[in-house]
């Protein structure tokens, strides 16, 4: 993924290739249209060069002072005002500078011409003015159009920022939820088996290592998802009652493959909270896979609402991991969940990353 510092970069590379481009044209223009009999002299491309300066002072009088002190600030008049006497002044100057020099061949031959009647003067100038209001249309485009890259990158670069805070919000709730969740059924085991909790607390120590250390990166290797995955059912297993039948396939061939953290853990920790009964027969059907492109998770499992007076984890796991997956994939993931009579069915998929993101 492109960062927001290299796309400003590019986009100002662009705008410098165009730039070069543009005034690359202008300046080979009598080249490539000169008389192939006659060709262009030296002296006549000079006063060419001569008029362009009054084009390059206009444009770029434009693109870094007019537009700026009086354009943006909506003075129109005197933004007006300003152009035209600096393109009199240009006119004027170019004119006196292009009499000190040698006559090109046209000049010469306008010299030998009768003397124009004086409206000519007038229309001379009347002409020039409007191909000064051209450059200084072009310049406002540019301008204009270089602003709005500017504000499209800076809302772009806050877009990300303000998704990043929220991505981390969201983690940081996941993260006592998780806690939550998991000393609530090591509380539950000591009372029946000591040594069980004993071993639970053990595990759940690596458990914590993955959540507040190894997950803090924006991605991480499938691997290390499932193994964490892994990790974390055998620790449930241990609480289990013997009526429940719990069933497992978790399986990576893509190993190299990325993925962002704690995804599956709230559905994982979903099946187990209303999918197991202490006095009923019940079930817990996991399936985890990942391929080249996608990882997919699959779990269904009996089901047995919580009463009102459970807030364990106070329901925000489905609803965080939803917010987690619209930030992180946009539409570019399948979620789906649902009871079917006494039977939960939740499926997941998602997509996968060629590495993993520091």
Known sequence: ???????????????????????????TWPFVFADKDNGISWIRYFHYLLGMVIFV????????????????RKQILFYALANLLFSLTLLMLVYLLGSLLPASE????????????????????????????FVCAISVSARMTSRWYAAEDERKELERSRSEAELQNLKSQLNPHFLFNTLNNIYSMISFSPEGAQSAVHELSRLLRYVLYE????????????????NYVELMRIRLPKQVELRTAINCSSPHLSVAPLLFIALVENAFKHGVSSDRQSFIHLEISADDAWA???IINSLFPKDDGDKSGSGIGIANLRKRLDLLYG??????????????RCLL?????ERAEP
Do not use: H
């Open 215 to 230: 997950s803090s990166a924006a991605r991480v290797s499938v691997e290390q998802e499932f193994d964490f995955v892994r």
């Open 331 to 344: 539409e570019k993931y399948v979620f789906s969940f649902g009871a079917d009579g006494c039977t939960w």
């Open 1 to 27: 993924m492109i960062k927001p510092a290299e796309d400003v970069k590019t986009n100002w590379r662009w705008r410098l290739v165009l730039m070069i481009a543009g005034w690359g044209v202008l300046l």
């Open 106 to 133: 046209d000049i010469a031959m306008l010299k030998k011409m009768p003397a124009p009647p004086p409206f000519s003067l007038f229309r001379f100038i009347c002409s020039s003015l409007v191909v000064c209001a």
């Open 296 to 298: 997919k998770c699959e």
């Open 57 to 72: 002072a206009i444009y770029y009088a434009n693109y870094y002072y007019f537009i700026n002190r009086f354009l943006i």
């Open 349 to 353: 998929r998602i997509p996968l990353s």
